[in-house]
């Protein structure tokens, strides 16, 4: 059984700037995690999204990991990066293979464009396997 966790405890506004969306997430021994969020767009455009692995926990040194995602067909994907380029109010998920041997990610976001409203990140579940 997955066990779902908040990983924000409040909403938060994006800037065009990567910032961390909740805590560090232990995920040494797991195969899989997914993230469930919900996303006011307001007036900005583009909301991104990254997970950056770690090996220490609070360590400075940050990796892309090469991700999968899932939606409904609102995004575009690069190798590391989700972006969410519908003017929209979105609720949206997506899955990181991580193999057993990441011990630590982070999530980030950022918009390309701040509007005279910033997007809000309003929620933000994960599971892991």
């Given at each position: 059984?997955?066990?779902?966790?908040?990983?924000?405890?409040?909403?938060?506004t994006l800037?065009?700037?990567?910032?961390?969306?909740?805590?560090?997430?232990?995920?040494?021994?797991?195969?899989d995690?997914?993230?469930?969020?919900?996303?006011?767009?307001n007036?900005?455009?583009?909301?991104?999204?990254?997970?950056?692995?770690?090996?220490?926990?609070?360590?400075?040194?940050?990796y892309?990991?090469?991700?999968?995602?899932?939606?409904?067909?609102?995004?575009?994907?690069d190798?590391?990066?989700?972006?969410?380029n519908?003017?929209?109010?979105?609720?949206?998920?997506?899955?990181?293979?991580?193999?057993?041997?990441?011990p630590?990610?982070?999530?980030?976001?950022?918009?390309?464009?701040?509007?005279?409203?910033?997007?809000?990140?309003?929620?933000?579940?994960?599971?892991?396997?």
């Open positions: 059984m997955v066990v779902i966790i908040d990983l924000l405890t409040s909403a938060k800037t065009v700037s990567w910032a961390d969306i909740g805590v560090e997430i232990s995920t040494d021994g797991k195969n995690i997914d993230f469930w969020i919900k996303l006011t767009i007036s900005s455009n583009n909301v991104q999204f990254r997970a950056l692995a770690k090996h220490t926990n609070a360590h400075a040194d940050e892309d990991i090469m991700t999968e995602t899932y939606s409904a067909g609102k995004n575009t994907e190798a590391t990066i989700h972006e969410l519908t003017d929209a109010n979105q609720k949206v998920m997506f899955h990181i293979p991580l193999k057993r041997d990441t630590v990610i982070q999530l980030q976001a950022k918009v390309l464009t701040v509007g005279a409203t910033g997007a809000t990140i309003d929620e933000v579940k994960y599971g892991e396997t």
